[in-house]
């Protein structure tokens, strides 16, 4: 599975859209991106994955580049409870297998 | 639906003691993940089962952890003769076992302390 490159923190107005950036220079043409994130130590929640088409659903929005190297997770309007740590992962989208979680993004939506 | 169950959500054992970990995947679910998230660490898999089946057990200690799913009831991880070490948060995600809808979707956790 490729690795992925994501900033350690970030900081969001409450409100605005938040855009989280991940690098996935390495990935294959079988591999998907997902995106997950961590609220303070639950488990973690499933938000959007993808493949080259970009993709919505009530959650979020992920933009994937044309060349597949690099994806955006994009919370529209980010409330205090969005306050997490994203992850982006990138895996075969085949019968099973294991997620490779790297350190994520820590998001901080500000009031 | 009820969504990926796991039991008890805290469990204090001291060293030496057993601990047990319960999974109960969401219904239809198939396949079942174990991941450990250590103390302001990321979250690294331990081990993926089907019914009956290990899958693939890569990530799990080869002494004194074990992981089994069988064809009734929930999913276990058992860890023997717990260590401080052990102390961290245990994950359980499970998965249909159906093209295109892998999605792994997760538990709230089970709090390992070990004194």
């Known amino acids: 599975d490729a690795k992925t490159t994501q900033p350690t923190s970030m900081d969001c107005a409450e409100g605005r859209a938040a855009n989280l950036p991940c690098n996935h220079s390495t990935i294959s043409g079988n591999e998907y991106v997902y995106w997950y994130r961590q609220i303070h130590s639950q488990g973690p929640q499933y938000i959007i994955h993808g493949l080259k088409n970009n993709e919505t659903n009530e959650m979020a929005s992920l933009i994937i580049t044309e060349d597949r190297k690099s994806s955006t997770l994009i919370l529209p309007h980010a409330t205090l409870r969005d306050t997490a740590v994203y992850y982006c992962?990138?895996?075969?989208?085949?019968?099973?297998?294991?997620?490779?979680f790297g350190q994520g993004t820590e998001l901080s939506v500000k009031p | 639906n009820a969504g990926v169950m796991q039991n008890p959500r805290h469990l204090v054992r001291r060293r030496g003691q057993e601990a047990r970990l319960r999974c109960s995947p969401m219904k239809g679910h198939s396949h079942v993940y174990w991941y450990r998230q250590l103390p302001e660490e990321g979250l690294k898999f331990m081990v993926y089962l089907q019914k009956e089946n290990i899958i693939d057990e890569s990530g799990m200690p080869k002494e004194r952890f074990s992981a089994e799913f069988p064809k009734e009831g929930p999913s276990i991880l058992r860890i023997q003769q717990v260590v401080r070490g052990d102390s961290a948060a245990y994950f359980c995600?499970?998965?249909?076992?159906?093209?295109?809808?892998?999605?792994?979707?997760f538990g709230p956790g089970t709090r390992l302390l070990v004194l």
């Open positions: 995600a499970s998965s249909l076992n159906e093209a295109g809808k892998e999605t792994q979707y």
């Open positions: 992962i990138v895996k075969y989208y085949n019968q099973g297998g294991k997620l490779i």
